[in-house]
């Protein structure tokens, strides 16, 4: 963060309030927020369906046999396409909330054509940055594509807001701020999350994805390849929030009735409620 931002965040805690901060941006969200009709066509789709999968990009996925996820709805993040079963999964929808990787560049091309090719069935949630690109390269051309817009992230779990409609409040990752979201305001009562490993700084030189390479953003292979200058420090307030969001995103998700089950074999993710992903996945 520069030292301009740094300077308004702190004037404003120390005059607003951090709390003030958080309900004020609740009411922006709500009263001011721009409204995208077009998710109309995701609200409730599944209402009454029984589950979904929700599949994270983490190294436990390396060794799991996904076949079974075939006739299942599943919503993947970023480079799922890279998981040798990910044809056979047929994946439903596919999130990016990073706009790193919405920058008009060659690769960022390149990756988002792969992504469009390889996975032929599914429905894209992407950050709002994305749409000059789409439009410009002509990307996901006849695809079902959504828009969303991040907002200002709250730390109380009464304020989060699965409601797509409006900008996303909630979450550090692709997978916090958009796929377990994404589940919730398509109906589903009954959430497993796959993948969800949360190991980022277990070991700092290893990749945490199943993958160990990424072709066209290697920033990303590892903590210790990550070149965008931000510190240890930066990392733990991110890990920190991550894991304080998926903590909020279970408290309001009980309080609707929904049900977030935690199936990653492994990995350091504790907030859900653990259950084994073979007596899920193979349970039907």
């Given at each position: 963060?520069?030292?301009?931002?740094?300077?308004?965040?702190?004037?404003?805690?120390?005059?607003?309030?951090?709390?003030?901060?958080?309900?004020?941006?609740?009411?922006?969200?709500?009263?001011?927020?721009?409204?995208?009709?077009?998710?109309?066509?995701?609200?409730?789709?599944?209402?009454?369906?029984?589950?979904?999968?929700?599949?994270?990009?983490?190294?436990?996925?390396?060794?799991?046999?996904?076949?079974?996820?075939?006739?299942?709805?599943?919503i993947g993040a970023n480079s799922f396409y890279k998981h040798p079963h990910a044809a056979a999964v047929r994946l439903k929808f596919l999130c990016v909330f990073d706009p790193h990787f919405m920058r008009d560049e060659p690769r960022s091309v390149d990756w988002h054509r792969t992504i469009g090719d390889q996975l032929p069935e599914a429905s894209f949630i992407l950050h709002h940055s994305a749409s000059s690109l789409v439009k410009k390269h002509e990307l996901y051309a006849g695809r079902e594509i959504y828009f969303v817009r991040s907002g200002v992230k709250t730390h109380r779990a009464e304020l989060v807001d699965f409601d797509f409609y409006r900008p996303r409040n909630v979450g550090m990752t692709t997978g916090s701020s958009i796929a377990i979201p994404l589940a919730v305001f398509l109906g589903f009562k009954n959430i497993y999350l796959i993948g969800f490993d949360c190991n980022w700084l277990e070991n700092t030189?290893?990749?945490?994805?199943?993958?160990?390479?990424?072709?066209?953003?290697?920033?990303?292979?590892?903590?210790?390849?990550d070149?965008?200058?931000?510190?240890?420090?930066?990392?733990?307030?991110?890990?920190?929030?991550?894991?304080?969001?998926?903590?909020?995103?279970?408290?309001?998700?009980?309080?609707?009735?929904?049900?977030?089950?935690?199936?990653?074999?492994?990995?350091?993710?504790?907030?859900?409620?653990?259950?084994?992903?073979?007596?899920?996945?193979f349970a039907r």
């Amino acid at each position: 963060m520069s030292q301009v931002p740094r300077f308004v965040h702190g004037l404003a805690d120390w005059v607003v309030g951090p709390s003030l901060q958080e309900r004020a941006g609740d009411i922006w969200r709500k009263v001011l927020g721009k409204k995208n009709p077009a998710i109309r066509a995701l609200e409730d789709r599944y209402a009454g369906a029984d589950r979904c999968f929700v599949i994270g990009n983490g190294p436990s996925l390396k060794t799991m046999d996904l076949t079974p996820l075939a006739n299942e709805v599943t919503i993947g993040a970023n480079s799922f396409y890279k998981h040798p079963h990910a044809a056979a999964v047929r994946l439903k929808f596919l999130c990016v909330f990073d706009p790193h990787f919405m920058r008009d560049e060659p690769r960022s091309v390149d990756w988002h054509r792969t992504i469009g090719d390889q996975l032929p069935e599914a429905s894209f949630i992407l950050h709002h940055s994305a749409s000059s690109l789409v439009k410009k390269h002509e990307l996901y051309a006849g695809r079902e594509i959504y828009f969303v817009r991040s907002g200002v992230k709250t730390h109380r779990a009464e304020l989060v807001d699965f409601d797509f409609y409006r900008p996303r409040n909630v979450g550090m990752t692709t997978g916090s701020s958009i796929a377990i979201p994404l589940a919730v305001f398509l109906g589903f009562k009954n959430i497993y999350l796959i993948g969800f490993d949360c190991n980022w700084l277990e070991n700092t030189g290893s990749s945490y994805h199943f993958y160990d390479r990424h072709d066209q953003f290697p920033e990303f292979d590892s903590v210790a390849k990550d070149n965008r200058g931000l510190t240890y420090e930066t990392f733990l307030g991110i890990i920190h929030r991550e894991f304080e969001s998926h903590r909020l995103i279970r408290e309001k998700a009980e309080s609707l009735g929904v049900h977030i089950y935690n199936a990653t074999e492994g990995g350091l993710l504790d907030v859900y409620p653990r259950v084994t992903y073979s007596d899920v996945a193979f349970a039907r």
